[in-house]
């Protein structure tokens, strides 16, 4: 009963589940085309100038469809309410939110691992800045937005309309860290400033919110 | 409250004392007083609404009461005696995308047990095919029903919430069911059992609960059928 | 108790109406803003009040998270509406006097833009309780308080490296700040602070009540007997 | 396939012959012949796993054939006669978010009837009350099961098909339901009751159907309680 | 049971659940403000090159709402297989098709009328070309995306690995609405071109969707 197997029993269950009904990722693609295919319409840019904003781009399409998949976060356990089935089990409860965050983590990676290429075709950009660090950026920054989403998604499970309810918490408090994705990408594309800080900053925000939902979040689940 | 005609001279397992339970205005359990002798198989009447589930949920941990305290295995958070407790409820708490073992399969993690023989056999207690592939949403009510059982039973509980395991069971199988909770009993379970076809249990069951809005307001040792037929 | 609340009522009255004349016609006119410049009696005041009371409904809500008692939780619900109200007047007054001074609505300065947030954040705050089913409202609510706490000063360090483009137009603290000015400026203060109590004081009161309205109700309900199902 | 022993002379209102309905490479029902005379109550028996439901379902126009026909109300499309038949099934269809007028008020208007007194006359039919303002999904188990039929009766179908109506209902009311079908059908409706308790349809029901693995097996005039016993 | 009339008893039923808490629109309001905040965050108002695109930045916004809206078209109808209920009724089925998309395109559209303003104030557009034809614009766009995303969403309620890839199949074909949009409403924005074509060619998209959607629609809700 040790939360790393618990937490990885979870995981392979939910990634099992996910990979037999392709749907969450199929859903994820659809809408990351749309968002490239709506941006490379609505003006074809010059180098210099997608290199400016390219950094908000990708990062607004990853949140919004971030926000996407974690809406349907917790709707299998809710189906035939096999959450109680869990809450009535000795399992710690940080096991299945790290099971869930780290699920969501992977969803939304393969996400952004889709869209990347097409946001380099569509914008040719090419990073004057150490491209590399885009990385951990990347993961860093991912994380940020799932941990914190995964938890208010937990949280809005107890709310009226919860699809709507979940951008509402999310957004105001994941303001730092975009602010921080998209400050150090776009360091790094244009190359004019050092992104240093904004990891800095990214990784604190990350370790701090990790920290307060694994504090927080049994309550939020024994929470009738 | 009318104390047990039976109280036991044993130390009680579950002990509940002047148990309420309100959802906003309105009040489900209304004052529930009992103890619970362990080793016994007890039956809850009642009729639709009387408050067998919210107090079978509360025994469960999953809701907490409003006011009034209950006493599981000696303590006083039912949370803290999860491993000994055990609980089938109406919708089937199984996933239905997964085959009936790789659900229980699942669970048994839950509960720190990793070896399939125990799925197995639990299936089988409930005369189903461990081998059956497909996922439990194909499954027709009834044998949902069983895999639900299989589930709360796998972790072999001292204390085992059943409500209303037998509905949707063919008959047959409802005997069969009955016969494994009696020898479970038996093997010094508690166990309690909310149904509304009560003459499956005559005989079996130690003792009958009957309820009503809220209230225990009977508990007799056989079933007069005349009492609810 | 009971007479306290009317006369401290007065008071606040008094020490309001002073604080308007002293802004208004004892406090001298600003060199370059002019007559304008006076809304820095009421922008800043609420902007420091605001801040306390956030920082009121985050200790509040920690209580509860620790204690559970559900006065914490009322103060956390009464601070955070009239701090979002307080916030809202400086989101609104400032404007007001950047558009005659800067010619502009708004810009990203840091300060207005960390008083953005900290208004979303509380906004929030207010429409997650609104939704969230009554029996679990104040812990959740609680959770996400101590989020939104937790966010502030990760807001405020993005935001001070963010854009610095844009120099920060706020004229300097305290040195610059001719003595009379500072002056009335704390007399204001005082004077919302005590406003920001009444309002808050009032609202907890009618909270509290509101509960026990619902305390009594559920007991009757608990004594008449059982109604429909 | 005996043919029944009380082939009725009267045209049957619905008759299947050699019904056959394959999930994958599983069969559900392995070749299902029968006729059914009108203004009769059918009570279907059998194991779980039987094929009942499914059964019901084709009825119902839910699930098409793979292979065989059937055909009701002279009608081999039951799509075509969709106004003429009633379903429930063991999900309750019904929405939990709405209270069970605002239910049936709806689906009133999908059979375009516009009346609350059918409405609350459907509910109270079923011993429920028709002001209670509580949420389906608030509701106990049993109180669904009942709102659900009367979901199913509300547009008053010349046949009915009802899966496990009584399943969590208390015995006390599930009589009075019998008592509603058995006049239902004095009043000419022809109606298919599966269920697990027959021993509540004996004497009221015309006729008991047994499957068995895809298959009707056997039909009788009475219920020897022997055979299921 | 004219399909006007089931309409319109849905239609009530679905807006009755989806306000039946006055904070709805509040909330709406809120999560309108929010995207609006967040884009102004990642594409930096006062920079002349997000000014550029702001044609394509609100309808991206548009379409995250629209997908907000979209996610949740059928959920209800899920559970507790209502649906089924539906199906053995003698209701038709375009009825139910359409009360759904007027439905999504009354949620779009408030949001839409939400966010305009504040994307006006926060970027400072001013519309050189005749502004009044941003209406039709936007209604014809939005019941564009709403309609065949409604249709989109009720197929995959049955995904099996085959119907599954359906959406993407169909995909492109919304690709000249969401073109048409934004060059319609760059082309005022600019003032530079005229958006007559833009607006008849989505006429004809919505026509010709509406009218297969509501030939198909059937077949699908009936699919076992
Ligand atoms: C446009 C919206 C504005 C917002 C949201 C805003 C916000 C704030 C906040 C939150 C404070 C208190 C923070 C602190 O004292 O550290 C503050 C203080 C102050 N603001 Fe504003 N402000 C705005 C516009 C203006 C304008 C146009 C002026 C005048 C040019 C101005 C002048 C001041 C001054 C003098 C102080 C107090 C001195 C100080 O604390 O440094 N503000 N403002
Ligand atoms: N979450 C809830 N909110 C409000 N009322 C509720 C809630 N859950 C149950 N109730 C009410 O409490 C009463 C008792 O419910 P409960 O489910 O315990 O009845 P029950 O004895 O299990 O009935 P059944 O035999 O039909 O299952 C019912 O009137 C029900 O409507
Ligand atoms: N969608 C499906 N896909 C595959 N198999 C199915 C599906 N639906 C039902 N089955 C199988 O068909 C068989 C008959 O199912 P059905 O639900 O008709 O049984 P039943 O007679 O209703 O049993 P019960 O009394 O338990 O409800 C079962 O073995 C079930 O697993
Ligand atoms: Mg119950
Ligand atoms: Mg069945």
Known sequence: ?224 | ?229 | MKRAFPIFGLLTLALLSFALYEALIAAPTERTMGDVQRIFYYHVPSAWTAFLLFLINFVASVVYLIKRNPAADAVAAVTAEVGVIFCTVVLVTGPIWARPVWGIWWTWDMRLTLTLVLWLIYVSYLVLRRFSSSSQTPLIAAVLAVFGAVDVPLVYFSIWYFRTQHPSPVMGRGGSLDPRMLHVLLINWAAFLCFAFLVCWSRYRLERLEREVEETQALEALLEPRGVR
Chains 1, 5 share one sequence.
């Not at chain 2, 592939?133 to 027709?140: F, N, T």
């Not at chain 2, 796998?154 to 008959?171: A, R, Y």
């Open chain 1, 1 to 224: 009963m040790s939360t790393p197997t618990i937490t990885q029993a979870t995981l392979t269950k939910d990634l099992r589940l996910e990979w037999r009904s392709k749907d969450a990722i199929n859903s994820m693609l659809f809408f990351a085309l749309l968002v490239v295919v709506i941006f490379s319409f609505s003006f074809n840019p010059t180098a210099e100038e997608s290199r400016q904003i390219a950094g908000g781009l990708i990062w607004v399409a990853f949140l919004f469809a971030a926000v996407v998949a974690l809406n349907q976060t917790w709707a299998r356990e809710l189906r035939n309410q096999v959450l109680d089935a869990y809450r009535i089990s000795p399992a710690p409860a940080n096991a299945l939110f790290l099971a869930k965050a780290i699920g969501n983590f992977v969803f939304v990676s393969v996400l952004e691992a889709l869209m990347t290429p097409l946001f380099i075709v569509f914008y040719t950009l090419r990073a004057l800045g150490p491209a590399w660090q885009l990385i951990p950026i990347a993961a860093l920054g991912t994380w940020a937005l799932v941990v914190n989403g995964t938890f208010f998604a937990a949280m809005s499970i107890r709310t009226r309309s919860r699809e709507i309810m979940l951008p509402l918490l999310l957004f105001p408090i994941s303001i730092p860290a975009l602010l921080a994705m998209v400050e150090a990408t776009s360091a790094i594309l244009t190359g004019e400033a050092s992104a240093r800080f904004w990891i800095v900053l990214l990784a604190v925000y990350d370790l701090v919110f990790t920290t307060v939902s694994l504090l927080l979040f049994e309550s939020i689940l024994h929470a009738e």
């Open chain 2, 1 to 229: 409250m009318n104390p047990s005609p039976t109280a036991p001279p044993v130390s009680p397992i579950v002990s509940i004392t002047n148990l309420i339970k309100q959802f906003g205005r309105f009040a489900a359990l209304r004052g529930v007083s009992a103890d619970f002798a362990p080793a016994r198989l007890y039956t809850i009447l009642g009729d639709n609404g009387a408050g067998k589930t919210t107090l079978l949920r509360t025994l469960a941990g999953l809701s907490s009461p409003t006011r009034g305290t209950l006493n599981m295995l000696g303590n006083s958070d039912p949370r803290a005696v999860r491993e000994q407790v055990g609980y089938m409820a109406h919708p089937s708490l199984l996933y239905d995308e997964m085959s009936g073992m790789e659900n229980l399969r699942y669970f048994a993690r839950l509960y720190g047990m990793d070896d399939d023989q125990r799925c197995r056999s639990a299936i089988a207690s409930v005369k189903l095919d461990p081998d059956l592939s497909r996922p439990v949403g194909q499954y027709s009510q009834g044998m949902r029903q069983r895999m639900s059982l299989a589930r709360a039973v796998l972790h072999d509980p001292k204390i085992l919430l059943l409500d209303e395991p037998f509905s949707n069971v063919d008959i047959g199988s409802a005997r069969q069911m009955v016969h494994l909770l009696a020898e479970m009993r038996d093997r010094g379970k508690t166990i309690f059992v909310v149904t509304h076809q009560p003459s499956l249990l005559d005989g079996a069951a130690d003792e009958f609960i009957w309820m009503e809005s809220g209230k225990i307001v009977r508990r007799t040792r056989d079933l007069k059928l005349a009492e609810v037929l």
